[in-house]
């Protein structure tokens, strides 16, 4: 297709409401990665592709760890956003958040990425208070034929080779392997850092398709890497032997999946099995999860459209040599229910869509999450929208059970040593978000849509002082003992805006802009510091441009710029190291691919990311343990052979 016909044609999304929908018609904050955006650019990695989304936080630690969120509170493990891989749930319930080494798919085989900014827990349920990233993968029957990739820059080598065939009947299957070698960045000093990776994946999948009803899909995966991290000084040598810590990643799933369609309703259940292992700081963790989902889709009449479902998860957590716990296992359960009705007060204007999701869960306790939209269409070129939702995000094991010594610096000439410790008595944060956008579609090349918001956090997570004493023993020093509490609340507000312009069919230009701020409100005297702090820029905005020149050449090109944002470090004691700024300055980046397709399998690409500068720092540790690292400029060369279909 060419980029006028892009624009113009139909992105469809499942993850607002658990069912198909027409973006342009749909109540929420979205935006759509296609397979042509991937396909097209210079990314290669799932976190490089989100730094097109407007109102998304996507910040780079260091070679291998990635902080990304949407609507500010951005940290290594970000608790407010829901990750999802096909359905399948990606939030660590040990720390919080994702962990985006082990979602190191392959490019090739993601079908688009469909992300939500603001609340969608009355369908995800708890966790999915700021935002909904859901990767789907292509069918089988998309990638038949053979596909090798390699491509080798200044900061990794990856190499994907991926095999599909037809079946007889209605059926189809791929499998591929994949290794990435992530080269180590440099620190403040200019010293290389103790980071970089190298992993192996590889997996499969199986479509059947009994007609155009009836589909059964099932898919597995396994992956192994070994990490290298920089601790941070408050870390080391208190939990680790030394600041270089040698990690690894160990994982994989089976999941199936069916569906029926019918002329008035739709039904799929859906099962999975997942296990990930990562050995760190000394110990390793063991996570088994089982999965059972059910829903059904509805149109009950022309005026309802009604979608329900319940889910069980069940979740084992085992740890061993690991001192940072109070026990070795733990075991978790989830239980919920939801249903949706989009009602249609004035056919073709006017929708109201109501929402809720009960359910009752080891960490999150008992909740019911709900959600209002509504949507007016004014006309076929322009729609308005607006939204009320609540959402929860429920404490991690880490949260509650922890018992994490600290090195906190130095008094009268007396070391300050503390310890981090869990509250088994936490309590989930609570958000509930107001919501607004426009959507406005003017002539046949240039689209527009804004989306604003307005969100108050109860109960954020907090650091209180609870005991200060001398202790003579084994060394004369002052022991602090620090616990987690839920000691402040935060109200945040936003605008989101992204433009699209296609002035002639060869060339589009595409812009996103985002400004958020927060305030935080101290609610517990107790508490000394904000865990969870907002860190995140003010401004930020991304240009793109796609042209295509003919001949089989295409050029594509990223600009971003991301503004200085608050640093939330630990309380400073003492006269031990203290932030030199409260603030990560801004910084710019670009990044720019060239493709010529040669023949008619074979495409060879060439570019470079960050070119704007010789490096720059994109995150701060902050309460966090793994040291940041700079991002340097680099160049790229790729090489990709499709073999035809069989």
Known sequence: ??????????????????????????????????????????????????????????????????????????SEYASKLLVLVDGRTMYSEIYSGAHWDSIDLPLEDIERIEVIRGPGAA???TNAANGVINIISKPASETLGTLT????????????????RSLRGQASYRAYARYV???????????PAFDGADTWRGGGRVGWHESTKGTIRTSGDWYHGRLKTQLMPSVAPSVAPSLMEHEA????????????????????????????????????????????DFQQHLAADKRHDVVWGSELRVTADHFSGVP??????????????????????????????????VQTGTLAGFQVLSSARLLFATSR?????????????????????????????????????????????????????????????????LTLD????????????????????????????????????????????????????????????????????????????????????????????????SWQPGDGWSVDALTSSVGKRPINPLPSLGTGPVPASQFLEAYMRMDLVVRRKVGRGLELSAGGTNLQAPRHLEFDAGTGYVEPAYVPRSSFVMVKWTFPKD
């Not at 969100?455 to 997570?461: F, K, P």
């Not at 305030?519 to 401004?539: E, F, K, V």
């Open 123 to 125: 369908v995800w349920g």
């Open 381 to 445: 070129t322009q729609t308005m929208w607006a939204g009320a939702s609540q959402a929860a995000v429920a404490p991690s094991i880490q949260d509650k059970y922890s018992q994490f010594p600290l090195v906190l610096g130095i008094t009268d000439g007396l070391p300050i040593d503390g310890t981090f410790v869990g509250n088994a008595d936490l309590k989930p944060e609570t958000v509930t978000s107001y919501e607004a956008g426009y959507r406005r579609r003017l002539g046949e090349s």
């Open 181 to 191: 070698d992530r080269r180590p960045f440099d620190l403040a000093s200019g010293r």
């Open 324 to 357: 940072l716990l109070r026990s070795n296992d733990y075991k978790n359960d989830l239980v919920e229910g939801f249903a949706q009705d989009e009602w249609t007060l004035v056919p073709g204007r006017l929708k109201l869509t109501l929402g809720t999701k």
């Open 450 to 545: 804004l989306a604003s918001f307005f969100s108050n956090n109860l109960r954020l997570q907090s650091l209180g002082l609870v005991s200060a004493l001398f202790q003579p023993t084994p060394a004369p020093h002052v022991q602090l003992d620090f616990e987690t509490g839920n000691g402040y609340r935060a109200r945040s507000c936003g605008v989101e805006a992204a433009l699209a312009w296609t002035p002639v069919r060869t060339l589009q230009f595409r812009g996103n802009y985002a400004w958020m701020q927060a305030r935080t409100t101290q609610m517990d005297a107790g508490s000394l510091s904000i865990l969870n702090g907002w860190d995140t820029p003010r401004n930020a905005w991304t240009g793109m441009a």
């Open 249 to 292: 990643i160990a994982g994989g799933f089976a999941m199936s999946r069916w569906e029926h369609k019918a002329t008035t309703w739709d039904t799929a259940l859906q099962g999975y099995y997942d296990q990930q292992t990562r050995t760190e700081l000394g110990g390793q963790t063991r996570t088994d999860t089982f999965d059972l």
């Open 149 to 164: 990739s390699a491509s080798v820059s200044r900061i990794e080598d990856v190499t994907t080779i991926r095999y599909g």
């Open 1 to 74: 297709m060419s980029l006028e016909q892009l624009s113009q044609a139909e992105i469809k999304v499942t993850s607002v409401a658990k069912k198909e929908q027409d973006l342009w018609l749909t109540p929420a904050a979205a935006y759509v990665i296609t397979k042509q955006d991937i396909a097209r650019s210079a990314a290669s990695s799932i976190p490089e592709l989100l730094r097109r989304v407007p109102g998304l936080q996507v910040a780079q630690i260091n070679a291998s760890y990635w902080a990304v969120t949407a609507r500010g509170f951005n």
